[in-house]
């Protein structure tokens, strides 16, 4: 297990690019290690589109289930708490939007 703290990228954490960047950065610890803790300890605002890109984009890659049992979120304030669960049900009602089609 590896804890990757998203503090030492920015206490704000806010674009689409940014979130890329670091959706990379997890996918390389995630090949390396069999779980990922995720601290959010010291970040002031995770916006709704780095949580997206980051985090929810994970889904395209592997199911909720492992994503769940892969990694751990720590350190979350009420804000960013809540962009990160709306990115999550919003690519998750995307991704099932596009499977009845």
Do not use: H, W, Y
Request: net charge positive; proline share 1%.
């Amino acid at each position: 297990m590896i804890t990757f703290k998203f503090v030492t990228i920015n206490e704000n954490l806010g674009t689409r690019q940014l979130g890329e960047k670091v959706r990379f950065q997890l996918l390389d610890l995630m090949q390396e290690n069999d779980k990922v803790v995720l601290d959010f300890s010291g970040v002031n605002v995770v916006s709704n589109s780095f949580a997206d890109e980051c985090l929810a984009k994970l889904l395209l890659i592997m199911p909720l289930e492992e994503l769940k049992q892969r990694t751990t979120f720590r350190g979350l304030n009420e804000f960013a708490r809540k962009n990160i669960a709306i990115a999550f049900r919003r690519r998750l009602n995307a991704m099932k939007a596009v499977k009845r089609v």
